[in-house]
């Protein structure tokens, strides 16, 4: 009966230090996250990572990302798919040279410097996608450009990966086809698309009648659980699955009602689950005798990302106010670095004695990305409110 213990200091202490923070002019995601550090092992000592953490976590983010696509204006991403496109790729040049250099700055191979390099390319934008919930901006064109950024970044990384650990890997990761893994993607992309066209909308409808209890909610679930699952085996984040899963449910006449309940399932149980899962991950072992490495890799994550998809879509049309928005949006790394640098562990591209900084740059990140976004969105709405008194008074 642990993890009914564990739920009881999660549920209890995300919800108290989420209120915390947006009393102190903070998304209260940051709050969830610091606590999860608290009660976590490098604190407390209270929750310790586990099958249960685990599963819950994950059914959180891909619920996360489910929702995020439920909420998403399709028009809006199919206008942006160029910035989305551009951001992409400026989110992944500076990190990946950015990288490069902070790994040949400490003496590491070329080898293990790439893989810095591909491991800072990575974004995950689940924490973006909360906050800019809590600021109802997820519709803004900022938010869509973020989110099909996040899509053609998954599949770019991915790829790069695959390259390294096939020229360098000496473990698992080794051997991999270059050939197979784009078809795999491909037969992602076709797939989720033809099923979200002919299969979501004609399944809901017919299975909305069913009599038995929340039928539409249930397939809501089935769609995304499944679309998430059939990413992983194609070598595609499930969550990206998952939010494709949320773009099809988008386009039909369930949206809202689904929304709705699922919104209630998932932030009363998994998603604080999922935040506080991030903190669990930091450990202050042996820190202190590579402070430096740690300061240099955190302030090359946060403003390579931050530049690199600013510039992209600085150069399709956005105005510099927008273009630092969507880069701030791009700064987290997330569950997507961790696994990456899991990854690295395993085909040798990443040093043992590395790992608990690389992972505390990726926590910290993910702490940085809230406030920074709030700032930065805030600055913007305020921008926008002067400009409209100005043409008022005119």
């Not at 991950?281 to 202190?288: A, E, K, L, Y």
């Amino acid at each position: 009966m642990e993890f009914v213990l564990y739920l009881v200091l999660i549920l209890l202490g995300t919800k108290l230090a989420g209120h915390v923070a947006v009393r102190l002019g903070q998304p209260s995601v940051l709050g969830e996250l610091i606590i999860g550090i608290i009660l976590g092992p490098a604190i407390l000592g209270w929750i310790h990572d586990g099958e249960f953490i685990h599963f819950f976590a994950e059914t959180g983010v891909l619920l996360l990302m489910f929702m995020a696509g439920l909420e998403t204006d399709m028009d809006q991403l199919k206008k942006n798919w160029m910035s989305a496109f551009a951001v992409a790729v400026g989110g992944i040049i500076l990190p990946l040279a950015g990288g490069f250099g902070a790994g040949q700055l400490f003496g590491f191979s070329s080898a293990h410097s790439l893989f810095l390099g591909v491991l800072l390319s990575a974004t995950s934008v689940s924490i973006t996608v909360q906050v800019l919930k809590e600021m109802n901006r997820l519709d803004s064109r900022e938010a869509t450009t973020i989110l099909g950024a996040a899509v053609v970044d998954d599949v770019l990384v991915v790829v790069l990966l695959a390259v390294l650990t096939s020229f360098f890997g000496t473990g698992t990761g080794g051997g991999i086809s270059i050939g197979l893994l784009l078809g795999k993607k491909l037969i992602f992309f076709a797939g989720v698309f033809l099923a979200g066209w002919l299969l979501v909308p004609r399944t809901l409808k017919l299975l909305s009648r069913m009599k038995v209890t929340e039928p539409l909610v249930s397939i809501a679930l089935v769609f995304c659980f499944a679309f998430a699952y059939f990413g992983e085996k194609m070598g595609i984040a499930g969550i990206i699955g998952a939010f494709a899963a949320g773009l099809a449910i988008s386009q039909t006449t369930y949206k809202h009602e689904i929304e709705r309940k699922v919104e209630a399932i998932s932030y009363s149980i998994f998603v604080p689950v999922f935040f506080v899962s991030i903190g669990l991950n930091v450990s202050f072992d042996g820190v202190g005798n590579q402070i430096g490495l740690l300061f240099v890799l955190t302030v090359v994550a946060v403003l390579t990302k931050l530049l690199g998809g600013a510039a992209g879509a600085r150069l399709t049309g956005f105005n510099g106010r927008s273009s630092i928005a969507i880069g701030s949006g791009m700064v987290s790394r997330g569950e997507v670095a961790l696994i990456i640098a899991a990854t690295g562990m395993q085909s040798g591209l990443l040093l043992a004695e590395y790992f608990t900084n690389v992972i505390i740059t990726i926590i910290l990140t993910t702490l940085i990305a809230p406030p920074l976004l709030k700032i930065v969105f805030s600055t913007r709405a305020n921008s926008d409110a002067v400009r409209e008194k100005k043409k008022i008074k005119f």
